[in-house]
């Protein structure tokens, strides 16, 4: 990388720097008129213990950014190591909506109705605190209104720009 003074970033730069950390993958899901979205996040993190929240940044050109901004109520799973294609599928655009979950086992939240992805590692369900703008990006924070955590410590993680598996071992 050559240095800038002018002080923009080049995006190929700014993806191969963020690529040398490593993420876990989650599924955001909620339910806008009784139809289920989802997405893959890796952009996601805890931000207070009192009250509880977290973070997800939401593209604001998917149409998980409007379901989201519209329902105020959401769901987040850990995905397990196992888990790739999951990811894979939910990472991509253009998904048939009544179709999107066909063959992955999900529950309902117990608060909020939004699918969780059955047998994750961990799962939390929130409501929508505050947003924020994030350039192509909305920081959604959710203040956790329920959540769960299995024994399994194995974990699906991004690093490089691949898919790798943790196991907590």
Do not use: W
């Given at each position: 990388m050559t240095?800038?003074?002018?002080?923009?970033?080049?995006?190929?730069?700014?993806?191969?720097?963020?690529?040398?950390?490593?993420?876990?993958?989650?599924?955001m899901s909620t339910l806008q008129g009784g139809v289920a979205h989802a997405m893959t996040a890796s952009a996601f993190t805890s931000v207070s213990l009192d009250p509880p929240l977290v973070l997800v940044c939401v593209d604001k050109g998917v149409r998980m950014h409007e379901a989201v901004l519209s329902r105020g109520d959401w769901a987040v799973s850990v995905l397990a190591a196992g888990d790739q294609a999951v990811a894979e599928r939910f990472a991509r655009s253009g998904r048939d909506l009544y179709?999107?979950?066909d063959g992955i086992?999900?529950?309902?939240?117990?608060?909020?109705?939004?699918?969780l992805v059955a047998g994750a590692p961990a799962w939390l369900e929130c409501r929508t605190w505050a947003t924020y703008e994030g350039g192509d990006h909305t920081i959604v924070v959710g203040e956790v209104l329920s959540l769960g955590a299995a024994d399994d410590p194995s974990a699906l993680i991004y690093y490089a720009g691949q898919y790798r598996d943790l196991r907590g071992k």
């Open positions: 240095p800038d003074s002018s002080g923009s970033i080049a995006p190929a730069d700014f993806r191969t720097a963020l690529s040398r950390f490593a993420s876990g993958i989650t599924i179709s999107q979950f086992p999900t529950v309902p939240g117990p608060k909020t109705g939004c699918p």
